[in-house]
């Protein structure tokens, strides 16, 4: 049922976007020929450390500092207090409501600590291990207060995470679809149904844990203050940097060089950003942080986090009639960058492919005494997916239906695009039906049907289930207008430069800066194709404020959908001037020229000039047309009219150990339509990549504390994180119906494999033991859950 | 990730080695001996360890290596684990230090880590002292007062503590060879590469098709290794079958302490010890379809 996208440029057909090309950046990346901040080193450069809370919630008393300014090596000790008048607040860039509420967010702790990790001093010296050593002499009195560590709780504000509010609640976001007009009211149609299934969900806490730790160099020397840092928004940071601290954005240059992953956790302003800059100002030399693995799974910001409400009806039929969500989300202590929007993001996904017409949505956001919650790959989109998802699932045990059934029952049918969805979005193009049907072929649905129920007559330890998942997500972020509506503070658009040097070599620049996605591979697929000039031509450059100067990042999945489209206008732009310059020096009207395979031909004969002969003639200028003026370069920015959606059907065949609760993915097979591929290699990494991460969510990974608010998990040894060995082989498809939302018709891949698998996984350990009486296991279904909810389904007589 | 300062010595000999410990000792002077590192280095590096001295045993000629003494194996105690886990006369003899030192952590660390240090760190979730404890192991022990040797039965004394003094070195581990006896080490882990959860190390002796002799040794169900020794009672005599050696292994649990924590409770853990001791034991003896 795969579809091909019309020729996505006029000048013939595509020798790159298609191609598996071996990502040019790798070499430099695997062979360590590569520039991450900490392995910056600059003239006279200081290290700091930072001394952190072991408290949860504890009153700063006092803070002696004596010891550790007499320490060898150390250049100054800096506390809030130091820091008052200039660091401010951390921003927070996405009020959700007007009301929101949010506690000041200062660097540097001044007077009240709100979570375990929350920085209240900074030791500055001539190294990190003299650094190191003398935070350790920095000796604080704190007074400890209430914690608050349970979401569940904090809702109740029976404690308080900051003493400066009166409630723990931040803020109440509301969707109805009656108010909103898309759809009717939830309470009659929950009224009306046959069945409703009320269930109360979980999305555990998990911590982003890309490879590369967080680190940040600033050089205060020159007439512009440098920062260098492992960000994925080297562009929102300068701008939030000069409004936070209240210096010219013209004074700051911001550079990300490589970047070792950041799943939306360097999407984030950070203390530590903040607190380097103003040491490096104070000090007048460059200064570096970076954190250790420790400080990085302890404070980074976290993601997920939430409790979901969730009622869904039907008719007798399996026909949805409504979904009802009612979300608590942690904030954690803090409002970061857009912590409060994370949540709110999920919001639009809860209906998925589905077309019930009534839909209500609330979300309290709520502090407590962890650190703060903020975007973690998928970002709100996950979490609505695992819970609809779940509730299909919920849904077709009660009415006694095949899952898959019960889904196509309900799913917009692919005739039926556009298609405006109870949640307010318009969904482009989309073959559920094509995807679903590729992937139970692939998966041998049914033969592994008749193997669950041989294992189920027989009694068999080792039982088997079957999980399925069907999502769209809403990708490509975003169209400014949608942000603007939504509150949040930026746009959605972005930018790129096609420079033209003289040899005829390309330099590409964009603003959504690669962290890992292989932005120089693709992009140079896209303009080598465009321009007809050699993959090998083309430089891609990034990161840098100074040489990026417009950009707005990588996030959202958005950097395909978004920055690649400003990258083929930026070369649109190229050619049009080119053409000018094309019929001077062949002296035909532009009418009759035609630009294929990198060079313009009079149509009917056979002059022609090359691209790099051009970029010559304009180099030398000798020979321009009258009032051409002699430059190729061009830029454009491009700003979305609607998201994209990509979508899959993820099929996951689960065994569980019954004696010991081990689980295993025995078969995954997933299908994902993300509209016209451009590198199938980049797309399948993609995939890969995002299984495990959405696999990992529901079998292994949890930030857990203790009741004084310690993180327990705060090593990779308690924070399990899955290698090689513990994760399938995958079977991966794909469909494509373009998105018409973009010349190429690509929708983006970042973030699929995570948002899909993660409730067809829980689905599957669900489906192999649900014969037994298990009903639901928190996630991660770690074996010790699962052998426990088997002991209590048998003890509460549910077993056969 | 930087350790406090620490000074450092790379001795050549062993007596050179106790000399430094001794030295330390007189100075008040708190030292730790370095052998693979792999638990040592990185309780460093968090700054749970800070000792002022590190004394180097890598340098040391005639610590590793595995020397065949005709009824027994001496196996240097700075042995790698990934030459126990390939080594011929283990495999031959002993094959269940072969078994057990293939299943830990990953390759890098099975490179550096080594046999003695894990047994004198004694981890309780770690995988090589309940081989030892199964087998009987001696451990050969050199301090001020010279060497001496000390039974398994007595070495492993508590939480991360063994017979091992301050000032002394653990030099060599004996074990007798175990020809004709099957051996199987069963870890249960939630991903490949993590310290126990549960794990046996199962020795059995059979003889004219019943199970005359049987050692299991369980990793992390206490604050140090045990032996199993209400299922090794039941397993002499026991016949080769599934369900008699599946009774037998419902007394694995007996005896034990385990630890709550975030892989599971106590109660899960002694769940899990009768399930692992069982699989462990039908691996041993060459029953197939252990998993049911």
Redesign the interface.
Known sequence: MSTTTESAHSSGPSPEIGKSRLRKEDARLITGRSRYTDNMVLPGMLHLAMVRSPYAHARITNIELTEAKAAPGVFAVLTGTDLAAEQGSLPNAWPVTPDQKAPAHPAVAIEEVAFAGEIVAVVIARS??AA??AA?LVDVDYDELPVVMDLEEAFTDAVLAHTSLESNKSATWVFDSAEAGTGTSIEDALAASDVVVERTLYQQRLIPAFMEPRSTVVDPTGEQITMYSATQIPHILRVMLALTLGIPESKLRVIAPDVGGGFGGKLQVTPEEIITLLAARRMGKPCKFTE???ESLQVGHHGRAQVQRMKIGATKEGIVTGLSVNLLADMGAYLGLITSGIPILGAFMYNSIYKFPAYRFECNNIFTNKPWTDAYRGAGRPEATFAIERMMDELATELNMDPLVLREKNWIKHTEFPFATVAGLEYDTGNYEAATAKAVALFDYDGLRAEQKRRRDAG???QLGIGVSTFTEMCGLAPSRVLGALNYAAGGWEHAQVRVLPTGNVEVVTGSSAHGQGHETAWSQLVADRLGVPFENVEVLHGDTQVSQRGLDTYGSRSLTVGGMAVLAAADKVIEKAKVIAAHLMEASEEDLDFTNGAFTVRGTDTSTSFSEIAFAVFSAHNMPDGVEPNLDSEATFDPVNFSYPHGTHLAAMEV?T????VKVLKYVCVDDIGVVVNPMIVEGQVHGGLAQGISQA??E?A?YDDAGTL??G?F??Y?V??A??LPHYITARTETPATSNQLGAKGVGEAGTIASTPAIVNGVLDAIRHLGVTDIKMPC???RV??ALQEAKSTGGVQ | MIPSAFDYAAPTTVEEALALLAGADASGDDVKLLAGGQSLIPVMKLRLADPSLVVDLGRIPGLSGITDNGSSLTIGAMTPHHVMATDPLIAAHVPLLSQAAATVADPQVRHRGTFGGALVHADPAGDMPAPALAMDAVFNITGPAGPRSVEAAGFFQGYFTTAVEEGEILTSITVPKFDGWGSHYEKFTRVAQQWSIVAVAALVRVEGGVIAEARLGLTNMASTPLRASATEAALAGCAVDAEAIAAACAHAAEGTDPASDLNGDAAYRRHLATVVARRAVLAAVGLQGTRG
């Not at chain 1, 004696?659 to 081990?662: D, I, K, L």
């Open positions: 990190a291990a190191r050593d350790e250790t693995r420790s068999a330890t080792i150990d004696e010991t609760g081990q079998l292994y949890e857990v327990v998990s090593s040894v308690d399990l899955p290698g060995p513990d770690t074996p010790s052998w426990h």
